[in-house]
């Protein structure tokens, strides 16, 4: 995540053990930053906004944090009570978006106070969650392959495929809402998503 001159990776600790920091954000230069110490927290996903100034990160029991690294704010979080939180996006402007074991996807704000939007259904387990141009396109893909949009009501649109793609391998742009698919040929198809198509 991050800008090109100052990058960085973010990791996740799934292992439950004293002094295992639970997120960990590394610098090119080796230098490291942990976000969420403590071993009892088992990190399912970690993700940042294309800038890398929002971080956030979801765990096994339901919990979900959101990180502003401008502002060194650390551990907003809330809990989804008997949820595993399976996969979060967040955008430039610190939305967050997180994707429950039930299928389940909700939006909050900042302040992970309020769902800023209604929450959508998906009918298979959503697998990854991406925003895409500027945080105004909610993207989320299932174990299954589909690729869906979510509207901010929460209605669900899922993206028609050209034939012959398989849709399990694919990258989603961040900047705008883009997607490239590999064929089983070596080809990539590169598919613009729109309001209509």
């Known amino acids: 995540c991050g800008v090109p001159d100052n990058n960085c990776v973010i990791t996740g600790s799934a292992l439950q053990r004293s002094g295992t920091p639970a997120v960990t954000l590394w610098q090119p230069t080796a230098n490291e930053d942990t976000l969420l110490a403590g ?13 890398g ?22 551990l907003v979080r809330r809990r989804l009570p008997n949820e595993v939180v399976s996969s979060v996006a967040t955008s430039p402007a610190g939305r967050i978006a997180v994707a429950c074991s039930d299928g389940r996807i909700m939006r909050y704000g900042v302040s992970l ?13 959503p697998a990854r969650l991406a925003f895409s141009d500027g945080g105004r396109v909610l993207l989320t893909q299932a174990t299954d392959g589909t690729l869906s949009v979510i509207e901010a009501d929460g209605s669900v649109r899922k993206v ?21 698919v590999p064929r089983s040929n070596s080809t990539i198809d590169i598919l613009r998503l729109t309001e209509a198509t």
């Open 39 to 51: 071993g009892d927290e088992l990190i399912q996903c970690v993700t940042a906004d294309p800038t």
């Open 53 to 74: 100034r929002f971080v956030a990160a979801g765990s096994r029991s339901g919990r979900v944090w959101l990180w502003d690294r401008h502002r060194r704010s650390h």
């Open 113 to 125: 106070a309020t769902e800023s939007g209604a929450a959508a259904h998906m009918p298979n387990l």
């Open 160 to 180: 028609a495929w050209p034939q012959g793609i398989s849709p399990r391998a694919s990258v989603i742009a961040t900047d705008t809402p883009t997607v490239a």
